[in-house]
């Protein structure tokens, strides 16, 4: 009823090819820019005091995002699997910190963006063994990258500057007068900026995934001998699938550090965490940038629910809701996969289908 | 199936509305705690030891200056990524103190605190620059730091066999934690005359050190000295005793020698010694409070085994100073709600001597602990205790630790952390 597209002509075929084809997206993406732009920052979720908001839920989900949207690139659209992901999040934010501190002076998000670029030029690097080896091979070879990129973090001291802690921080960064950055930045400073960066970030997929190399992306995913007979080389195709999502993950891995986190160690880069980026991209949907949202919003906000909730509201021990939202996150990934192995995403498209014919479905 | 859906989004939703914060007069003392993961069977006498000291006081003077504590535990299985995630979840909630029982939390949030205005105690662990008061106005290590321990330590092998010439294996996990004393032995070495060789122990090989062993036993050092935590104390032990090590030449820090560590391997373990801030047993007036009013009545989470052990006792020791720093904060603003930056005065103004340690019923458990603005650290000193096969007992005096060596480590240290940090915020002693 209020979501169809009667009377809706297109008459050209920029159009039919448009991000959000449907005037009623254009208004849900509208609305959704506002929602997380003005009224978060202002009001907060409502029930949840303002700064746990924030920091624990709004800025990783956002930085998480980003990871995802890397990671379903690579996995979703060119089809290569990777495990590394912890790891090249790490690349991110190791390079991040060693251009801050060798050129104090450059804007922080510069320093963010060469990190992307730096992750980009080691991504490619892995990603070679991908032109001869597919699937589970290449699962194990990016496996070796993960272990060998973590032993890097540890014995190359030069890479966190001899500190005897053996770990990153971030100073204060200013932009325009404000403190972006580092302990004394304001929570909701850093979540605009985060922000700033999903959008653009999504804007810039959006757009790749549609154009001549996204296609070929999944050309080589669907079926590479096909690929490369229509003219699509395999080696540009798959190492700038490659590339481009470690961009991403650089880039998100620069931000985890230095505006959630404030410091870290190599253990905020280990192989679990990969495995958890590897479930949101599979819970959210292979294929799909809806899907990269819904699938870092579900793993990383359902836990923390459970655990404040429990808290607070039921006085359960600290321990017991840990293991709780441990199980449940498990459970629930089991029961996903069984009702709808295509992710969220898949459910949403379904729903929006069904609400196009609503209420006279035919 | 659809009421089912709808009935729990309902209820979901009035969940959520009911998590908001609430202002009760109480006083929060979070501590950051690690029932769960690798590190869970240290973890969890030190989660009690903590909780317990709290608890009792409740029951026995209605908390402290007529105001109910609050020791809320925060999960983090020891990881420091969860550790940070523990400390944002407090902004706001008006937290008297940051206490993270991890090293590598500690370094994350030492930056954090002082912008919003809350005390970190990290007793017994933590950056051993913190004890320079004047550059970390905001981080306090009673009753020594990592580095006074170990100089106290190196005292103790020159006292028995000399360490002109010895060779000394560190042990260590590598983390954040084992790494921090290495400055120590790096300038004592050519200073007094050792040699020293780094064994450092992944998290994940923690419960496999053979390799680390064949190591040491190719190489023969004279001691072994380890930094190690969790699991890894007592593979150690096992490994050492496996390929006869003297086990009487290896000494634990004081988080490698507790009742977890030995029990299960009784009278393998015999002659291992480590270091120790604080007594054992139950024979203090206060811990008999604890069993009397919280343990025996099931108001926590501890056996009555559990209560006298090492890590107990320590961690309540350390519940003792947070204590005593609010009551100390109390005293000198006159209010009883007091703030963060109240307690961190408090712990300035800290004066555990043994008269106000007999007050409180705790003779003997620890040494004298006296805070000052310029020192975070408190001039406690170490005792090394031996495992006889049972029970662990003193075979020490208390050992100082080199003041004269640690002291100008930690003001040059202490310089270098902040020489990158513009807008570092000291503090003026006098």
Known sequence: ?362 | MKKLLISALISFGTLLSTVGVSFADELLVPHFTYRVGPFAANGTAVANGYTDYFLMLNERDGGIGGVLTNPEECETGYKAQVGVECYESYRGKNPLIVYPNSTGITLQVLQKAPEDQVPILTMGYGLSAAAKGETFPWAFNYPASYWSQMTSVLSYIDSETGLKGKKIAFLFLDVGYGREPIPVLDQLGPKMGFEHMLVPVAVKEMQNQSSHWLTIRKEKPDWVIMWGWGAMNSTAIKEAAKTRYPLDRFIGNWWSGAHVDTEALGMKAKGYKSATFTGTGTDYPAIQDMINLVVKPGKSKTSMDEVGKVLYNRAAVGAVVVAEAIHEAQKATGKKNVTGADVRKGLEMIKLDDARIAELGLTGLFAPIIGSCADHEGKGAVTIQQWDGKDWGPISKPIPPMVDVVGPMLTKAAAEYIADKPGWKSQKCN
């Open chain 1, 1 to 362: 009823m209020f979501y169809r597209e009667t009377g809706q002509f297109k008459s050209k075929y920029k159009e039919e090819l448009a991000a959000f084809p449907l005037f009623e997206d254009k208004i849900g993406v509208g609305i959704l820019l506002l929602l997380a732009y003005v009224a978060i920052p202002i009001f907060g979720i409502p029930g949840l005091s303002y700064e746990f908001t924030l920091s624990a839920i709004m800025i990783p989900v956002v930085i998480f995002t980003i990871t995802t949207l890397g990671l379903n690139i690579l996995l979703g659209f060119a089809g290569q699997i990777s495990l590394g992901t912890g790891a090249f999040m790490g690349v991110g934010a190791y390079s991040c910190y060693k251009f801050m501190t060798i050129f104090p002076d450059l804007n922080i998000l510069i320093c963010v963006i060469l990190s992307g670029l730096v992750t980009a030029f080691v991504g490619m690097l892995f990603g070679l063994p991908s032109l001869r080896i597919k699937g589970f091979y290449l699962m194990v070879a990016t496996l070796a990258a993960q272990f060998f990129l973590e032993w890097a973090f540890i014995r190359i001291p030069w890479l966190y500057n001899y500190n005897n802690s053996g770990g990153i921080e971030g100073p204060n960064k200013e932009m325009f007068g404000i403190i972006i950055s580092g302990p004394q930045s304001d929570a909701t400073t850093r979540y605009l900026v985060c922000l700033t960066f999903l959008v653009l970030l999504t804007w810039l997929a959006s757009n790749v995934i549609r154009g001549r190399i996204g296609r070929s992306w999944m050309m080589i995913r669907d079926m590479d001998i096909a690929a490369e007979l229509i003219g699509v080389r395999p080696l540009t195709a798959k190492l700038s699938a490659f590339a481009f999502s470690s961009f991403y993950v650089g880039i998100s891995g620069a931000l985890m550090v230095f505006f959630w986190l404030g410091a870290a160690e190599v253990e905020s880069f280990d192989i679990n965490h990969s495995f958890t980026y590897l479930f949101m991209v599979i819970i959210g949907g292979l294929g799909s940038i809806t899907g990269c949202y819904m699938g870092a919003i579900l793993v990383w906000v359902i836990p923390v629910l459970i655990k404040e909730i429990g808290k607070t509201s039921f006085g359960y021990d600290a321990f017991v809701m840990e293991n709780l939202s441990i199980i449940l996150l498990g459970f629930m990934i089991v029961v996903i996969l069984i009702v709808e192995p295509h992710g969220l995403a898949r459910l949403w498209q379904i729903a929006k289908q069904k609400l196009r014919m609503w209420p006279f479905p035919y």
